[in-house]
């Protein structure tokens, strides 16, 4: 009996964790990938049978000190971001303080109306989804944008289509929606999101700069391509610590970036795509119901293939549909794809590369994942 309790522990490990050689494997193929492609460093993590089963970081975390980066380093992490804004709305709509259907004049506290559509509500589901006929075309760093009494332009935050006839990704949506979660929760926005997802998951990170420790910040890089030269992006991390010490509730939210902020490192950023993956549970903690999962990833724009926050594609590895959402800004690119079914995901987290692309995609993250793929899921 102990003889064969020993050997189903030994199978059962031999398949949901990578051997040393495989690990080695993998570290060996990201680390050709680096060397082909301009690169300053890249933290990754792969989840199988709903475990992260393999993390790594490879290159530098500050070019000018020469500090490798580690798996506890953190990056913000760009647009994945707005999954966590989007989670956050599921929760107040399964508490019945929202609905999806809601208006977003009556819940911004403004007119947001398409002024060539003055009668067609834009709602909230059309916001999460970018179907909502606004764009970033006045900028999205300010509720001003948009707002009719702080705008003379406001008109031109709206396409010439009709709302929910279109789609176009647009940051001003998802800020809109970080001001909402405050409203309806009574919670600052980043307090909100800490307390309510990543402290039940058990992950380090965050949107307010200040409440994290900057050691851990992972310097991000843009690359100039004139001058082959990597030149650091500290607007990455500005603090505002002025801004935010005359914060308006509901208004300034967008000081923490709710479509784009969230600071976290790939090996949390893992674990917290494995409640995604398995529909709202993680960490023994149920975050969101499996209705307000499969909402999430349920595609309202087929032809883009986006949902609330989530998107599928078959062009990352090709042939095979995986869930999730990318990032760029500052220089920096990031990708969290997960395929639901049979429980596998990826992180990859690259804090400067040169941008080329391959199907849509940064060259550098593409042939990581499919590199991950190969070498850790399908061993």
Not at 14 to 23: F, V
Not at 279 to 303: C, H
Not at 334 to 355: D, H, L, R, T
Request: glycine fraction near 6%.
């Amino acid at each position: 009996m102990s003889k064969f309790f020993f050997l189903l522990c030994s199978l059962i490990l031999s398949i949901t964790i990578p051997s040393r050689a495989q690990n080695s494997n993998a570290d060996t193929a990201l680390q050709a990938i680096m060397s082909n492609h301009k690169v300053v460093g890249m933290s990754v993590a792969v989840v199988k049978n709903s475990q992260v089963v393999y993390a790594q970081s490879f290159g530098l975390k500050n070019q000018e000190t020469k500090t490798p980066l580690s798996n506890s380093d953190i990056f913000r992490i760009a647009s994945i971001s707005k999954s966590f804004s989007a989670t956050a709305i599921m929760q107040l709509v399964e508490k019945r303080l929202i609905s999806l259907d809601d208006d977003m004049s009556k819940l911004v506290g403004f007119i947001i109306r398409n002024p060539k559509y003055p009668e067609t509500p834009i709602t909230l589901k059309m916001v999460l989804s970018h179907r909502s006929s606004i764009n970033d075309s006045q900028g999205y760093f300010s509720l001003d944008a948009i707002n009719p009494s702080k705008n003379p332009n406001w008109a031109k935050c709206y396409n010439n289509y009709a709302p929910d006839s279109g789609y176009m990704y647009c940051n001003l949506n998802y800020n809109m929606v970080g001001t909402i979660i405050e409203k309806i929760s009574g919670e600052r926005f980043d307090n909100y999101i800490r307390q309510h997802i990543l402290q039940p998951l058990g992950l380090y990170g965050g949107y307010c700069v200040d409440s994290l420790d900057s050691k851990r910040f992972a310097t991000i890089y843009e690359y100039y391509t004139d001058s082959a030269k990597f030149i650091a992006s500290p607007n990455a991390y500005a603090p505002r610590t002025e801004e935010i010490a005359n914060y308006t509730m509901g208004y300034t939210t967008p000081i923490f970036s709710p479509t784009g902020g969230m600071k976290i490192s790939a090996t949390d950023l893992a674990k917290y795509m494995i409640m995604h993956s398995r529909m709202g549970k993680a960490n023994g903690k149920r975050i969101i119901s499996r209705r307000s999962a499969r909402k999430m990833q349920t595609m309202i724009s087929e032809k883009e293939q986006y949902g609330l926050a989530l998107s599928k594609s078959n062009k990352l590895i090709n042939g095979i549909t995986l869930t999730g959402h990318t990032g760029s800004a500052y220089g920096l690119n990031s990708a969290m794809f997960f395929e639901p079914n049979k429980q596998y995901g990826f992180v990859v987290i690259i804090n400067g590369s040169e941008q080329k692309y391959i199907d849509g995609y940064n060259a550098v993250l593409k042939k990581t994942v499919n590199s991950l793929y190969e070498n850790i899921i399908l061993q």
